[in-house]
C-alpha cells in the first residue's frame, strides 16, 4: 500500500490543531482569572462603600469624607481596567478559538483526504488479489482441461 503523500501535512496540522487546543485552554483559564478578579474588585468596592455609608450615618469629617472619596475613586479606577482586562481577554478566548475552529477544520480536511486515499489504495489491492486469484483459477482449469 501506498503511504499517503500528504501525510507531514496531516501531521503538522494536527500538531496546530492541538497547539491551538492548548492555547485555547490557556485563554480561557486566564478569562476566567481576570473574571474572579473583577468579581473581587467589584465586591470589595460595594463592602467599602457599605462601610463608608455607615460611617457618613454615624459622622464624617471633611478629611475622612475625602478619604473615602478618594478610595472608592481609585476603586472605580481599578474596576474599569479590569472591565477593559476582561474585554481583551474575552476577544484573545474568541480568536483563540477561530484559530482552534480553523485548524481543526484543516486537520479534519487532511485527514478526508487521507481517509479516501486508504479507501483507493483498499480497492487497488483488492482488484490486484482479485486479479491474482482469477489468474490463478484460470491456471488451474487449463492445467486441469489439459
Known amino acids: 500500500m501506498k503511504t499517503f503523500p500528504l501525510q507531514p501535512l496531516l501531521d503538522l496540522s494536527n500538531a496546530r490543531k492541538d497547539d491551538a487546543a492548548r ?14 478578579t473583577l468579581a473581587l474588585l467589584e465586591q470589595y468596592r460595594e463592602e467599602y462603600e457599605g462601610r463608608f455609608r455607615e460611617a457618613a450615618r454615624n459622622g464624617l469629617t471633611r478629611d475622612e469624607w475625602g478619604n473615602y472619596h478618594t478610595f472608592l475613586d481609585r476603586l472605580d ?6 472591565r477593559s482586562l476582561v474585554e481583551s481577554s474575552r476577544q484573545r478566548t474568541l480568536d483563540g478559538q477561530k484559530n482552534w475552529l480553523d485548524q481543526r477544520n484543516r486537520a479534519m480536511a487532511f485527514d478526508a483526504l487521507s481517509q479516501r486515499h486508504r479507501a483507493s489504495e483498499v480497492r487497488k489491492e483488492a482488484k490486484t488479489e482479485q486479479r491474482a486469484q482469477d489468474e490463478h483459477a484460470a491456471k488451474l482449469r487449463r492445467s486441469e482441461s489439459q
Open 77 to 82: 479606577e481599578a474596576i474599569a481596567q479590569q
Open 23 to 36: 492555547r485555547l485552554g490557556q485563554l480561557l483559564a486566564s478569562e476566567q482569572e481576570v473574571e474572579k
